[in-house]
């Protein structure tokens, strides 16, 4: 987003930007799912089974 | 035209030089610039060493060639895949970055002392790794399991570059954020910047695993650490492995939309649908590290299920939605050129003489029909057992990240050449063919190796006659005919990529300067009834009428839904197991 | 283009045109048929990885996979001099990978079920029984027990398919399948 509301107030700021296309405007909250999402369920879900293998008896 | 208009503009406080783009009027920064050269041939360079290094391993598992010895066999290959598979990728994708950032964006670069230490520390790692593996005591394959040991300076050498590709990131994620502070551009970032983005994030997860597993790896090398799972070691390092592999996709699927928005003025059909399609690959793509670990003791099935599927299959849902509207798009910029007849004129009138197009539709089409379908059979959870480790492997991962990546940075190069490097291409008949060889020879290497894959054929293994085994094992004939066929075909390839090469060194010392005369025409031929700025519309305004994509893309659908059955079959008559 | 900014500041209401929505239909499920696929195998399907594994002793595994080769070894291989174990129809089957062998071989009968305890000694080892087609990774320190049931007879081998060094190419094992109540 180039504009905020303040400082440009021009016709496009009156309409409302969909919480959509405004999450897909934020790269930051998107490194934040990108890093996060793999991290808890590929490697922490895989570390945590991997832990819980048996000894043999 | 070096600094023809270089204005110095002073925005922030900061001082920067720029040059006006006299093909799309783009600010471009010149430390930008200078950058994406450096990072582009050192790139190239290590393509042109690790090519080499992949054709004498074709010529060595050619049955009736066997070209090396065993240990340099193991050593050759070893290097092939760090040079192609990381070094000449990531090198580009760097590029790939800056571009997309500074440059799309008019927007000067985050930090170009930080991207130069970027690069160097990623020449230092790079080399140094390279040594490691040359000096012959470090034959441990790019993947490295333990508890085989390679040389301490192997992982230091890995994780130097790993941390330069991490700075050169930020330095893109820092551009971003100057570009939306300084109003360098207007709403959202162009559609080939957000592709940009995803490649990027992806590369954070990639480098955070890889520094993770290589660091204590590397302490464990010099005796600090006595002791690394197994298991655990090739999970994180897959988190590293597979998802660079990832960052790949991403990566060309912009530099697709780029290309075919330059060379045929292609829109996107949707912005909606195509930012959709790359934002499940942020969400989900990485899960497919997974698909290394399908026939590994101590994972569960829920555990394999849900990650090899990328969560219920969502990030090829992405690849698929790419899959039609790139080709929707070119149809519909196309038909707007005034290509209105029939079905496929549009295809047929595509400018299949500009190398850049070319080699941009024959990435797509190998990508999508070789490399996607065999992934995703390949990571199907059961049928892994009958190709797990096989040949098959690397046949789908040349249709991926050769025919796929490698083949779309090429093509994207014969537009860089003009618009960066500002040099008319030399040669311009050989460029021509150039994607055509590149990609017959590719396309060879992926379907032979995955024919011989399915016979059983292993990866990774000097001499399938066993001819100094002990106890030995006959593969069927036509598994040596298939190693053949390879190797032939991995000299088409070779020929290819040594053109490639040729030309772009060529041209970058050689070439004639591009100024705003000739800036158009070095672009390479166009489409010949495209009238600049006769597209104003997006696609899905006006005339949407795409038949020719539709059967394009059920001829894709019909022959992955076939040939994954087919595997389900093979997979239906082996040895029962549980 | 795709190299600009989107020409309209609010994309995300656009229309999306029919035939795309149906494609993206299609695919997604397209997408959830192959992931049933999956779990629709391990409820009816005969082909499926082992959840069966245990933490061990490297120097465990081989005592073991050594007590279950002198108990049951029937002959020495002709041309190898390798042991060949034939334990019987339905018990457990023990074999070892090291740097680069696969040790003993085995004898097993036809539509008899093995539970099959596969190990390493040293490193990773890929374990591809060929022409069958069945491959499995091998890790040192960890006890995979997979159930297996052959359904042809003849001479398989074992060929090592996971890089383990310089002697990795000569790395074979053998199991023989016979019919049942016969020998090799």
Redesign the interface.
């Known amino acids: 987003m180039a504009k905020s509301a303040k400082s440009a107030p021009d016709a496009a700021q009156a309409v409302r930007i969909p919480v959509m296309q405004k999450v897909l405007d934020n790269p930051f909250l998107l490194l934040f799912l990108g890093v996060v999402i793999p991290t808890v369920l590929y490697i922490m879900w895989g570390l945590i089974e991997l832990t819980q293998i048996p000894l043999a008896k | 035209m070096s600094v023809a208009t270089a204005e110095t503009g002073i925005i922030g406080g900061i001082a920067a030089k720029f040059r006006t783009c006299p093909a799309t009027g783009l600010k471009i920064d010149l430390a930008a610039e200078k950058l994406i050269k450096a990072n582009a041939v050192a790139a190239v360079v290590f393509l042109l060493i690790g090519g080499l290094f992949g054709l004498l391993v074709a010529l060595t598992r050619w049955p009736a060639v066997h070209l090396l010895p065993s240990d340099w066999f193991y050593l050759v290959l070893t290097a092939h895949g760090l040079d192609v598979l990381l070094l000449w990728i990531l090198f580009f994708e760097i590029a790939v970055l800056y571009f997309a950032s500074a440059v799309l964006l008019s927007c000067r670069l985050a930090t170009p002392r930080l991207a130069w230490l970027a690069f160097l520390l990623m020449i230092v790692g790079g080399l140094m790794t390279n040594v490691a593996v040359l000096q012959g005591e470090s034959s441990v394959m790019f993947t490295s399991y333990v508890p085989m040991k390679a040389e301490p300076h192997f992982y230091l050498g890995l994780i130097l570059f790993a941390v330069g590709a991490l700075v050169g990131v930020m330095v893109f994620f820092g551009t971003l954020v100057i570009a939306r502070d300084e109003r360098t551009y207007e709403g959202s970032v162009p559609l080939v910047t957000f592709g940009a983005i995803t490649a990027a994030i992806i590369a954070v997860f990639t480098i955070a695993s890889g520094a993770i597993i290589l660091i204590p790896t590397f302490l464990w090398s010099v005796g600090y650490i006595s002791h690394i799972d197994t298991v655990m070691y090739k999970l994180i390092w897959w988190g590293m492995g597979h998802s660079s592999q990832q960052v790949n996709v991403a990566a060309h699927v912009a530099v697709w939309y780029a290309i075919i928005a330059i060379t045929v003025g292609a829109k996107p059909l949707s912005e909606k649908v195509s930012r959709t399609a790359f934002f499940l690959y942020i969400l989900f793509l990485q899960l497919a590290s997974a698909h290394h670990l399908l026939v590994e003791p101590g994972l569960s099935a829920e555990w394999r299920i849900f990650n090899t599927s990328y969560a219920l299959y969502l990030a090829v849902l992405g690849s698929l939605i790419h899959g039609m509207t790139v080709p929707g798009a070119i149809e519909a910029a196309q038909r707007k050129n005034g290509f209105n007849n029939g079905i496929f004129e549009w295809l047929r009138k595509a400018p299949w003489n500009n190398p850049a197009f070319a080699g941009m539709f024959l990435s797509l089409v190998m990508f999508g029909f070789l490399g996607g379908i065999s992934g995703v059979v390949l990571g199907t959870e059961q049928i892994n057992l009958i190709l797990h480790n096989t040949i098959y492997v690397p046949g789908h991962f040349h249709a991926t990240v050769v025919a796929g990546t490698t083949l779309a940075f090429m093509a994207i190069t014969y537009l860089l050449l003009p618009l960066i490097f500002q040099r008319q291409v030399i040669w311009p008949k050989l460029a021509m063919i150039q994607p055509y060889l590149f990609g017959i020879g590719v396309a060879g290497i992926s379907l032979f190796m995955m024919g011989a894959g399915t016979l059983g054929v292993s990866r990774r293994h000097w001499d399938i006659t066993f001819s100094d085994a002990t106890v030995t094992f006959d593969y069927p004939a036509t598994a040596f005919l298939m190693m053949g066929l390879n190797g032939i075909f991995a000299i088409v390839a070779s020929l290819g990529g040594i053109l490639y090469i040729l030309i772009t060194v060529g041209t970058v010392f050689f070439g004639k300067k591009v100024d705003a005369s000739n800036v158009v025409a070095s672009l390479g031929p166009m489409p010949e009834k495209q009238v600049s700025g006769a597209v104003h519309e997006y696609g899905s305004a006006g005339t949407w009428h795409l038949p020719g994509t539709y059967i394009l893309v059920s001829v894709f659908f019909l022959s992955f839904v076939l040939y994954y059955f087919v595997n389900w079959k093979y997979l239906s008559e082996v040895w029962p197991l549980s | 283009?795709?190299?600009?900014?989107?020409?309209?500041?609010?994309?995300?209401?656009?229309?999306?045109?029919r035939?795309?929505l149906v494609?993206?239909g299609?695919?997604?499920l397209?997408?959830?048929i192959?992931?049933s696929?999956?779990?629709y195998?391990?409820i009816d399907?005969?082909?499926?990885?082992?959840?069966e594994?245990?933490?061990?002793d490297p120097g465990?595994?081989e005592q073991r996979t050594e007590e279950f080769t002198k108990k049951f070894t029937v002959r020495e291989d002709k041309n190898?001099g390798?042991p060949v174990a034939k334990p019987p129809a339905g018990g457990d089957v023990y074999m070892l990978a090291r740097l680069w062998?696969?040790w003993p071989?085995l004898e097993l009968e036809k539509g008899q079920t093995y539970r099959l305890h596969l190990s390493s000694l040293?490193?990773?080892h890929?374990f591809?029984?060929?022409?069958?087609?069945?491959?499995?990774?091998v890790?040192?320190?960890?006890?995979?027990v997979?159930?297996?049931?052959?359904?042809?007879t003849g001479s398989f081998?074992v060929?090592?398919?996971?890089?383990?060094?310089?002697g990795?190419?000569?790395?074979?094992?053998?199991i023989y399948v016979v019919e049942a109540g016969k020998s090799q």
Not at chain 3, 1 to 17: F, G, K, S, V
Not at chain 3, 139 to 144: A, K, L, Q, R
Not at chain 3, 159 to 166: D, S, Y
């Open positions: 283009m795709a190299i600009h900014p989107p020409e309209q500041t609010i994309w995300w209401n656009e229309r999306i045109e035939g795309e494609w993206i299609v695919a997604f397209w997408g959830v192959m992931f696929m999956m779990v195998w391990h399907g005969k082909q499926n990885l082992s959840n594994a245990y933490r061990i465990v595994f190898t390798y062998e696969w071989m040293d490193w990773q890929g591809s029984l060929q022409p069958t087609n069945i491959n499995l990774q890790h040192p320190g960890i006890m995979h997979v159930t297996l049931t052959p359904t042809e081998g060929v090592c398919n996971e890089f383990c060094g310089l990795h190419h000569q790395m074979v094992g053998r």
